[in-house]
């Protein structure tokens, strides 16, 4: 079943104000990547934390890496139109048949004037 | 390079129907995959391959076959469509399988919107 969720699933916000997107795995993750899917598209590769504790910034978008790596959040300051879309956190999970990726149930933002 | 590229864009089926959806990438890549995404379900993968001549399953993969004969082309095959196989479909590649390093990168193709009465 699904090892990694999303909270919350839908986010509504007036342009300017801030957004903040949760990733939860029941799992220890090895790594953990973020994607951006913008309505009728596909998804984007954004980032890929690594370490625990870690913290990654692009430009308004920061990124954390939890201490256990079984959590993560996208922090979106001063939100535009243009950050308008889907945010999926994906957590790698190592098995022994190898690395495996599995995918959160996606953040879904609409920025309102 | 064209990146990733899937075809048909769109493909609307009969139940029984067999299809093949065509992926291919240039950008050498040894870890390719496929994806479904439904409402609210995130994307779930179908199948993976390592590498020409490899693959593997992955969260959701009965109804669906794939082969690697090229680094280049992944296809997914549905052997008898059903209903609950109406989706859109995205492959995507990277060079590296989520070591943890700079070519972890994964890049998607457009989709196929897949539609089956």
């Known amino acids: 079943g699904q090892q990694v969720m999303q909270i919350p699933q839908y986010q509504h916000v007036q342009e300017g104000e801030d957004f903040t997107t949760y990733c939860n795995s029941s799992t220890t993750l090895s790594n953990i990547q973020w994607y951006k899917q913008r309505p009728g598209g596909h998804p984007v590769f954004l980032i890929q934390l690594v370490k625990s504790g870690e913290v990654k910034k692009q430009k308004r978008l920061t990124f954390q890496f939890g201490e256990a790596k079984k959590n993560s959040s996208l922090h979106i300051t001063a939100t535009q139109t243009t950050d308008v879309g889907t945010y999926f956190c994906a957590g790698v999970i190592l098995t022994g048949g190898g690395n495996k990726l599995t995918f959160g149930t996606g953040t879904q933002l609409k920025v309102e004037l | 390079n064209a990146g990733v590229t899937q075809t048909p864009k769109f493909q609307v089926l009969k139940t029984g129907q067999s299809m093949t959806l065509q992926c291919a990438q240039d950008?050498?890549?040894?870890?390719m995959s496929w994806y479904r995404q439904d409402p609210g379900m995130g994307l779930r993968l179908i199948h993976y391959s390592v590498g020409a001549g490899i693959t593997d399953q992955g969260e959701v993969p009965n109804g669906y076959n794939v082969s690697r004969s090229t680094t280049e082309d992944f296809p997914l095959r549905l052997l008898s469509a059903a209903p609950s196989q109406t989706s859109v479909y995205f492959c995507a590649s990277s060079r590296d399988l989520f070591s943890g390093g700079a070519t972890d990168t994964q890049y998607f193709g457009p989709g196929t919107r897949l539609t089956v009465l």
């Open positions: 950008m050498n890549h040894e870890y």
